[in-house]
């Protein structure tokens, strides 16, 4: 079972930014593609961005990008998003998750293993 550990959130002004990161010990991270979702209130789970196993291969939803920023130290077996720019509608809580597969992944349905979430709000 892996186990993935979210961090880096909090509250920040609409127009700062914040560095998430997600960390595990799973020797075998370097197989798993990796995502990140949020959730924001009264919404479904919804697809933020991912990278393959390399980190050569990368992906963001339309409403974030040019604003965010995924990446992946397979040294230390953490994957990050930097989050600039905020706005409001970015609030939500952020899930990491892991799909046993070299080709990242759009869909919940993909990742096997998930986070238990961190908190982020921009005030305005």
């Known amino acids: 079972q892996m186990q993935l550990v979210e961090s880096g959130g909090g509250l920040v002004q609409a127009g700062g930014s914040l560095r998430l990161s997600c960390a595990t010990s799973?020797?075998?991270?370097?197989?798993?593609?990796m995502g990140w979702f949020r959730r924001a209130p009264g919404k479904e789970r919804e697809f933020v961005a991912a990278?393959?196993?390399?980190?050569?291969?990368?992906d963001y939803a339309d409403s974030v990008k040019g604003r965010f920023t995924i990446s992946r130290d397979n040294a230390k077996k953490t994957l990050y998003l930097q989050m600039d720019s905020l706005k409001p509608e970015d609030t939500a809580v952020y899930y990491c998750?892991?799909?046993?597969?070299?080709?990242?992944?759009?869909?919940?349905?993909?990742?096997?293993?998930w986070g238990q979430g961190t908190q982020v709000t921009v005030s305005t």
């Open positions: 990278i393959n196993t390399r980190g050569t291969e990368i």
């Open positions: 799973e020797r075998t991270f370097i197989r798993y593609a």
């Open positions: 998750g892991a799909s046993p597969s070299q080709l990242y992944g759009l869909f919940e349905y993909e990742y096997h293993y």
